[in-house]
């Protein structure tokens, strides 16, 4: 490989631009980019123009980034994810220039203050939750590691739907972040690409004899790809996040416009154009839509002929170099019909016998899997497959039969069992595409999100895939970026950092550490807590804007932040704060520490009893933020459109961070591992990244409870009888009951016996009532350790100084060595 090899340590920023010069920039964009004048510019047009100042700095990257590419023919990554929650960019790129202090003064001595121009922007809301922001860290990570990377998805017009309650309850808005243009992005109308969906297969014979599949299809779209750059933090690179829009093919419109039919032709245009419409909201749930199969397919498509048009220029048609110059990270398995897309190029359009095409498949794909929820994993009914993509079934079913055969079948010689087991293919009444299988046979390596998923993935989901390749399986733990998570969210905690283990922390993140030194230190304490404290302050006066309801800094700020889903177990939550609540009115003198419940959450639109469980929080937040026999004591928070900008000022204002899943549910989670490099202390199950957060942060900094792993599976197995826990425990009984009278809904009683009906009816599904015992007592604990002030510092401190693992460049450097074998490349 001809890649410079330097070590991946980020180099400085070159000379940073003074104050001075970037006031020259902003008004310069003032005058000839946004066509206006100081004296009656818009607070948007100012943001604009500074974006438009900014980005002099950033295009200066993205072209020398890109020839040193070139130049060094370098291997790269290409990240394939459906969602990238990006959130806002201005103050992130800042931050990463090394620009945000000469922009603050540049725009102070403008007469503007920098956090009012920042929250001009939208947020790029391009993804569901986890996932999604997980790829919006990684390539931060990559850019900042000078690792050659390419982020490959959709240009969606519309995000994540924005959340209002109305009455309690959660209305959905679109979501319009680039109604007005998007001063990040690029259009490449140079890179135009042609995909072709619908129709039928030929089979024809060449002058050979040889049979050759021709696919006739019944549609083309044409792919427009929009780059976004992505800034590395005081590094040089600056990497692309290339998003495709899909549009009307020109050669289809014409056509249907020429012979009269003009309102034929605008409706080719719409359908085309409603591939790249909307991002499906749902998080964890596959709804087997045509047009979500059609998204999928759209942007692999559109990726892989991207990728082989750049391969090419410097290949021609030697395509011998191709799995040393080009890896594909499927983020879960959205993009997994990228194998047989590849398959289609190689052995339909380049001539490549079979085998030889396989082989560059399975050294090209490696597969990311999210979940282990079964209403999670994709499938396609071979029904919709067929009419969608006739040539790719084809192309899986040739994939399959070579598997079972090939593979299953010499392993375990006529076991039709294991065949059935293993098959791409799901037979029954609707057979359907398994993605999963489809991933696991395309690909070289297969990881999981935190080493408890890891080992489940392989002991429950694929275990005789495991068994055929024992090698393919690993583990990458999540992570999260320091540079978006801590240094720019909470800067005054970045600044007492930089003064106590020095300025390297944010591209090396395990120097926090050296802060555990001072965990005893009554100065150090008084400062991290005041810290805490006004950021606190901050959140509170964003909670009263938001919501009306005034809270008080000095109570414990317990904040659960994350999509809204049974196996998250908000209702959990909920039941203790009831709970908590009639304690008070049982004991006028009930002693516990003031606390402010805050909750962030959208449900899937869908999902009824989701919305139910954000009705029932908000009714009982009503009820207790007005009754003065709290005396204070209890203060309720539902935060409406949760989002990267409100998690960024809620997560610095964290005591106590709560990861309460049913252990075996969620994958890692990412929000823990923000939490706590925030200072929260987490109240959590030993679940997904809190078990490795707990071994980082130690027992005595982490309330952990409720059953195992292994402890759900013995209960499922042995029966679980949620009613007994309702019979048994008083006071569950009196919870869920109150939930049926109309004491929070007045005069309409029953209104939020969902929860009670789910609970018991329902069987329980997420062990919530197994775990409420566990689950109050791990709070009474926080409880009594909030009343030692100094203990509490100690403990946050210890948080914050132990989590250094989680940043998102382990999780790079992890990928690096154990999947994508990459040598970053420096750019001058
Ligand atoms: N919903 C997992 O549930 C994990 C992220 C990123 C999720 C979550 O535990 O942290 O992925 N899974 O790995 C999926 O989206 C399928 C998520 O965000």
Not at 398 to 413: H, S, T, Y
Request: aromatic share 10%; charged share 25%.
């Amino acid at each position: 490989m001809t890649n410079k090899t330097t070590s991946n340590k980020p180099t400085t920023a070159a000379q940073p631009l003074t104050a001075e010069q970037l006031k020259e920039r902003i008004v310069r964009h003032l005058h000839a980019t946004l066509g206006t004048d100081l004296n009656k510019a818009s607070p948007q047009a100012w943001w604009r123009a500074t974006c438009a100042a900014v980005n002099e700095s950033v295009f200066d990257g993205l072209r020398t980034t890109q020839r040193e590419h070139y130049e060094q023919d370098t291997r790269a990554v290409h990240y394939f994810s459906l969602e990238y929650l990006m959130g806002r960019l201005f103050s992130n790129n800042l931050h990463n220039l090394g620009l945000y202090q000469s922009a603050k003064q540049a725009l102070a001595e403008l007469g503007h203050d920098i956090t009012e121009l920042e929250e001009q922007e939208e947020d790029m809301a391009l993804g569901n939750g986890g996932l999604g922001r997980l790829a919006a860290c990684f390539i931060d990570s990559l850019a900042t590691m000078n690792l050659p990377a390419v982020g490959y998805g959709i240009h969606y017009e519309h995000g994540l739907f924005q959340q209002e309650f109305q009455a309690g309850r959660q209305i959905e808005r679109p979501d319009s972040w680039r109604e007005y243009g998007n001063p990040w992005e690029i259009c490449r109308p140079e890179s135009v690409q042609e995909v072709s969906v619908y129709g039928y297969v030929e089979t024809v014979y060449d002058l050979q004899g040889r049979m050759k599949k021709v696919w006739h299809p019944g549609r083309i779209i044409k792919g427009v790809p929009w780059d976004i750059p992505v800034v590395g933090y005081h590094g040089s690179s600056v990497n692309v996040l290339r998003l495709w829009e899909s549009r009307a093919s020109d050669f289809f419109n014409w056509d249907v416009f020429n012979s009269g039919g003009y309102v034929d032709a605008s409706r080719e245009n719409i359908e085309a154009e409603t591939i790249s419409k909307v991002l499906y909201p749902n998080d964890e749930t596959e709804a087997g839509k045509e047009l979500r199969l059609i998204q999928q397919y759209f942007f692999c498509s559109c990726s892989l002929k991207d990728m082989i048009r750049r391969y090419k220029r410097a290949h021609g048609d030697d395509w011998s170099q191709f799995p040393q110059q080009v890896v594909i990270q499927l983020n879960d398995t959205h993009p997994a019909v990228a194998i047989p897309e590849l398959m289609r190029i190689l052995v339909d359009r380049a001539d490549m016998v079979w085998d030889e095409a396989w082989a560059i498949c399975q050294q090209v794909f490696a597969y990311t899997n999210h979940t282990l929820l079964p209403e999670a994993l994709e499938s396609w009914s071979v029904r919709m497959f067929e009419k969608v993509l006739p040539r790719h079934l084809e192309i899986i079913y040739e994939i399959n039969r070579r598997f079972l055969l090939e593979q299953v079948d010499v392993r375990w010689p006529g076991d039709n069992d294991k065949k059935r087991k293993l098959s791409i293919i799901e037979e029954g009444h609707e057979p359907m595409v398994r993605m999963g299988h489809l991933s696991v046979v395309g690909s070289f390596r297969v990881n999981g999100v935190a080493e408890v998923h890891s080992k489940l993935v392989q002991s429950d989901l694929f275990p005789e895939m495991v068994a055929l390749w024992p090698d393919k399986f690993t583990n990458v733990t999540n992570g999260v970026t320091p540079r978006r998570w801590l240094k720019a969210c909470n800067p005054r905690l970045s600044s007492m950092l930089d003064r106590l283990v020095g300025t390297e922390w944010p591209t090396d993140l395990k120097r926090l550490s050296k802060l555990a030194a001072y965990a005893d230190d009554v100065k150090v304490q008084d400062d991290f807590m005041a810290i805490k404290q006004q950021n606190k302050a901050d959140l509170a006066k964003v909670i009263n804007e938001l919501t009306g309801v005034a809270v008080d800094p000095a109570a414990i700020f317990d904040i659960q932040i994350k999509r809204l889903h049974e196996y998250k177990r908000q209702h959990l939550n909920l039941l203790h704060i009831l709970a908590l609540y009639r304690r008070i009115l049982q004991n006028p003198d009930y002693d516990m520490v003031p606390r402010v419940f805050i909750f962030g959450a959208k449900a899937a639109p869908g999902y009824k009893l989701a919305k139910e469980i954000i009705y029932a929080i908000n009714k009982v937040a009503e009820k207790i933020n007005h009754d003065k026999r709290v005396k204070d004591r209890i203060k309720v928070v539902f935060m409406p459109n949760y989002r990267v900008t409100l998690a960024e000022k809620m997560i610095p204002a964290a005591d106590v961070s709560e990861q309460i899943s049913t252990a075996g549910k969620e994958a890692s989670g990412t929000g823990n591992m923000k939490l706590a490099l925030n200072g929260a202390i987490t109240v959590g199950t030993l679940d997904g990244a809190n078990i490795e957060i707990a071994e980082e942060v130690g027992a005595d900094n982490i309330a952990i409870f409720g059953l195992t792993v292994d402890e759900v599976k013995d209960l499922h197995r042995s029966g679980y009888h949620s009613r007994d826990y309702y019979h048994n425990n008083p006071e569950i009984k009196a919870v869920l009951d109150w939930l049926e009278t109309d004491y929070f809904t007045p005069g309409k009683p029953g209104e939020l016996s969902a929860i009670k009906h789910s609970l018991l009816e329902g069987g329980d599904p997420y062990l919530v009532l197994a775990d409420f015992e566990a689950y109050q007592a791990a709070q009474q604990q926080i409880d009594g350790w909030y009343r030692d002030k100094a203990g509490w510092a100690k403990k946050a401190i210890m948080n914050t100084a132990c989590v250094g693992k989680f940043t998102s460049d382990r999780s790079i450097q992890d990928y690096v060595d154990r999947v994508w074998q990459l040598k970053p490349c420096h750019v001058d």
